[in-house]
């Protein structure tokens, strides 16, 4: 299997553009994860799935963050408008059984 | 509240010396325990995982890890360590039907010739 597939790997964006990142998950997975990594917080859950349903976006931190899942292959984490503090490395995982695996990650820059 | 303690911040150590990275953690039930491993640019990689059974438990890249359950403790371990172990080590803790992790905040390992 290819793994957690991530896009893009890298973007730099003026701030109040929109952002959006892009996750495929490996095949047959049923839970999805987006978490956020910053060297202040280190790694922060910010939202999941469980069958394409959000279950909690209690780490969402603003309602400039969004994230859908329109089917089992396919999520998207948006930013708009995107911040400077909104720099960091976004990861995507997805989860079968007890264990997660993470995808390369989407690094941002806000400027 | 939950915890997962990682104490040491970055740990420096010698080509071909033994290694051991702490990770404590806090919780009211038997947990589920992992170690990931991130290289500069990159995800985070599964090292191994614990769920029940032998507390002692191998993973890739020769890394093992003991389950301790009197010092609420999961430990990594390497006998001898190569140049391209220099990553960042993160100990995540979870708990049977709940599906988040908590991570650590991880410590950075650098290896010196």
């Known amino acids: 299997d290819a793994g957690v597939i991530q896009s893009p790997r890298h973007e730099v964006t003026e701030m109040g553009q929109e952002v959006t990142l892009r996750c495929k998950p490996i095949?047959?997975?049923?839970?999805l994860f987006w978490y956020r990594q910053t060297m202040m917080r280190g790694l922060e859950l910010l939202i999941y799935?469980?069958?394409?349903?959000?279950?909690?976006d209690s780490g969402m931190p603003e309602d400039r963050f969004s994230a859908k899942m329109p089917n089992a292959s396919f999520s998207t984490l948006k930013i708009q408008p995107s911040e400077p503090r909104d720099s960091a490395v976004y990861f995507c995982?997805?989860?079968?059984?007890?264990?997660?695996?993470f995808g390369e990650g989407s690094w941002l820059t806000v400027v | 509240a939950q915890s997962v303690t990682q104490p040491d911040i970055h740990i420096t150590v010698s080509e071909g010396a033994s290694l051991e990275l702490r990770c404590n953690y806090s919780?009211?039930?038997?947990?589920?325990l992992f170690w990931y491993v991130q290289s500069p640019g990159q995800g985070l990689q599964l090292l191994l995982k614990?769920?029940?059974?032998?507390?002692l438990v191998q993973g890739i890249k020769g890394f093992e890890a003991e389950f301790k359950r009197s010092q609420s403790s999961f430990n990594l371990r390497k006998p001898s360590v190569h140049w391209s172990d220099a990553a960042e080590y993160f100990c995540?803790?979870?708990?049977?039907?709940?599906?988040?992790?908590?991570f650590g905040t991880g410590t950075r390992l650098t290896i010196i010739p």
């Open positions: 799935f469980n069958n394409n349903v959000p279950i909690d």
């Open positions: 995540a803790v979870g708990l049977f039907g709940n599906e988040k992790l908590t």
């Open positions: 095949s047959g997975h049923d839970y």
């Open positions: 919780y009211g039930a038997t947990p589920y």
């Open positions: 995982a997805s989860r079968y059984g007890n264990t997660i695996y």
């Open positions: 614990y769920f029940s059974g032998d507390t």
